[in-house]
């Protein structure tokens, strides 16, 4: 299957049933149920559907809709709400009540997938969403196993698990959760999610790298002097304490996001469109990064400043989180890819909390054109600066040298800009819209692999427990930071 086919193909998906686990969750009303609903608006499902909710608080079918109901219309990336198509997605929308570890849960589930089956058609096809806290993944997928609700996978009906973030806290933990999974499913049936692969701009990487001549040719050690990748939030961390304290900057936003966008940049081109043609690149990027050294590692925790004109409290202020926390808010990274086609190329990340504004993007600058015509006194050309922005305001722009109109010479750098919300004009899809119909699809292109995951972690792992450093709310991040590019005379760009 085609992973970058044309979107104007319309795409259907196969007859199936969607068991959502969590289904009470902040998750599926966000994300789940809205992007089902637009599937269904898009002309991607079939009749032969079913979606069930499986949670333990006590609800009947028609409450699970009603509030179904409210969560689209306030979370659904098309609005108004379509109400004659809500109906039609409602009567084919089911809770089940049951505790995760409950067996006489499952028999009972199976009995209504079956009925399902009989009623509509759906035959014997299974989604397993598991929008659960990631300890309750080996336990959701031994008993589905263990009531024959996951099946070998074979020519027959398929039964496929699409699981969220986090993939374990460390290597070891990552490792173990691997092998618990696989104790009960292949590795063909686990899907992982990372939502930023449904981003069109973050699937775009390769069709600007290997569907234009000019770019890849110049995609290599030659002609790139370094690439900078740029996560930056101007949020804190809200109301969510608990959970950074137990995960910080690194588990959640660099070994899964900022790691698939360096290999994604990085990698050869690949044999095909395969899944996993395009993974296997992807792993060998990872492969050949150096192991970290502490001088290519900063991290820090935001204290309180000004962002956007508003006075913000510190990290260590904020609610949940104990004062003698060495939780990171901010981390800038230096990695060498050691291969023919990046040796010598650092790539520089950075991702932070509490920055001066959102922004995600990826600068490649070029090496500077030889200092032979063209110089203006002592200064030099700016380089050539490509940045693919992937949020907000999804584009590409390309910095050139150009001469100002006039007999003098000036020379000035400007700026190539294609945006994709004003050319096509149209409002991308919801990257859980194109992740849930690629599961259903059985396509994994999109979906993080075992082996790229277990990579990203071991090369993290290390630094999971360095003390931060600080920096005041509103900059770009601590002096450390600023240091990590001096040394090497360069400068994190202006955003
Ligand atoms: N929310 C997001 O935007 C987001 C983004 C990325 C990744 N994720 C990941 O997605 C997963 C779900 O996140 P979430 O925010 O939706 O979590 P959540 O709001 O805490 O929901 C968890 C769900 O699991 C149910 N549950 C917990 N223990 C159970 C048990 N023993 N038996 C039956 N049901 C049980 C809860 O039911 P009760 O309501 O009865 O407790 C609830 O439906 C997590 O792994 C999270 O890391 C979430």
Not at 20 to 48: E, H, V
Not at 177 to 204: P, Y
Not at 356 to 379: C, M, N, W, Y
Not at 459 to 487: F, V
Request: neutral net charge.
């Amino acid at each position: 299957m085609n992973p970058l086919r044309e979107e104007t193909q319309a795409r259907f998906t196969e007859p199936c049933i969607v068991v959502i686990f969590g289904a009470t969750g902040d998750l599926t009303s966000r994300k789940l149920i809205p992007a089902l609903y637009n599937i269904l608006k898009a002309g991607q499902l079939p009749s032969q559907f079913a979606c069930v909710g499986f949670a333990r608080r006590t609800k009947t079918d028609g409450e699970f809709r009603k509030e179904m109901h409210e969560a689209v219309q306030k979370f659904s990336r098309t609005k108004p709400i379509d109400e004659h198509l809500w109906k039609h997605f409602e009567d084919h929308l089911y809770y089940h009540i049951s505790e995760f570890h409950d067996d006489e849960g499952y028999v009972k589930l199976k009995q209504k997938l079956e009925e399902l089956d009989h009623r509509l058609g759906t035959k014997g096809n299974r989604i397993y969403y598991f929008a659960t806290p990631s300890s309750y993944f080996p336990l959701i997928a031994e008993k589905l196993k263990k009531s024959n609700l996951i099946y070998p996978e074979s020519q027959g009906p398929w039964s496929r698990v699409i699981i969220e973030k986090p993939f374990g806290h460390d290597l070891h933990s990552a490792e173990n959760l691997q092998q618990e999974l696989m104790k009960h499913l292949g590795e063909n049936q686990i899907f992982r999610i990372d939502h930023w692969l449904g981003k069109e701009t973050v699937q775009n990487l390769l069709v600007f790298r290997f569907a234009n001549s000019i770019f890849e040719a110049l995609w290599n050690n030659r002609y790139i002097d370094h690439i900078q990748i740029t996560v930056a939030e101007d949020l804190g961390i809200g109301t969510r304490g608990k959970f950074w304290e137990e995960t910080g900057l690194i588990r959640d936003i660099v070994q899964n996001h900022v790691m698939q966008l360096v290999s994604l940049v990085g990698m050869e081109p690949p044999v095909s469109l395969d899944a996993n043609a395009i993974r296997d690149e992807k792993v060998k990027v990872l492969q050949a990064i150096r192991p970290l050294e502490p001088k290519d590692v900063v991290l820090a925790q935001y204290t309180s400043g000004l962002v956007n004109g508003e006075d913000v409290i510190g990290y260590l202020q904020e609610k949940d989180v104990p004062s003698s926390s060495h939780v990171e808010t901010y981390a800038a990274l230096r990695l060498h890819i050691d291969n023919w086609r990046w040796s010598g190329v650092p790539f520089y990340l950075r991702s932070g909390k509490r920055l001066p504004k959102r922004s995600t993007e990826i600068a490649i600058t070029f090496k500077d054109p030889p200092g032979v015509l063209f110089q203006q006194g002592h200064r030099k050309n700016d380089p050539n600066v490509l940045v693919m922005q992937i949020q907000p305001d999804e584009g590409i722009s390309l910095k050139i040298n150009c001469k100002v109109p006039g007999p003098a010479s000036p020379i000035q750098p400007v700026k190539m800009d294609f945006k994709y919300g004003s050319y096509f004009g149209i409002a991308p899809p919801e990257a859980y819209e194109r992740l849930i119909c690629d599961a259903i699809l059985g396509d994994s292109t999109l979906f993080a692999r075992q082996d790229e995951v277990l990579l990203s972690w071991k090369l993290l792992t290390p630094i999971l427990k360095g003390k931060p450093s600080t920096y005041p709310a509103g900059s770009w991040g601590p002096i450390e930071a600023e240091k990590l590019l001096e040394q090497d005379g360069r400068h994190w760009r202006l955003i």
